[in-house]
């Protein structure tokens, strides 16, 4: 399954400008892969090394982040519901992400219990891995 901006919108509650997703281009019900235009223009380059832009690792996970929500939201039982962030593990950042480069964003749920998830994900610019992460999540209201 395809999501365009508007439809990940109404499965996800953020909204610009930390909507960090442009579309999803693949999703199944325990993966995803989402894809990501790196703008000279985003927010965070304003005051994260103006004169030499990288996209801020924060940014990555939270994008990363951001796929697993889709996932875990499109199903049926979860929706009009939250994914909150409740842990960071493994966190690595591998290549300098800047305007121009397309992240390729896949998450993986591994597993899902009562009201608590867990995943991993891997973020690429081209064939190459930029930043990886296992998260975990609560879904609320």
């Keep these: 399954m395809k999501l ?3 439809e990940i919108k109404q499965i996800i509650p953020h909204r610009d400008p930390f909507l960090l997703l442009d579309e999803i281009v693949e999703l199944n019900e325990k993966d995803a892969v989402g894809i990501k235009h790196v703008s000279k223009d985003e927010f965070y380059f304003k005051g994260h090394f103006p004169d030499k832009p990288v996209v801020p690792g924060v940014i990555l996970v939270e ?47 591994t597993k899902v219990k009562g009201s608590f998830g867990f995943g991993s994900g891997k973020a690429y610019v081209k064939d190459d891995l930029v930043c990886e992460v296992d998260i975990s999540f609560a879904i609320g209201t």
Aim: aromatic fraction near 8%; include cysteine.
């Design 63 to 109: 994008s990363l982040a951001q796929v697993g929500a889709v996932i875990i939201l499109s199903d049926e039982k979860h929706k009009g519901k939250i994914a909150y962030f409740t842990g960071i593990k493994n966190a690595k950042f591998r290549k300098s992400v800047i305007p121009g480069d397309i992240l390729y964003l896949h998450c993986e749920l």
């Design 4 to 6: 365009n901006l508007e």
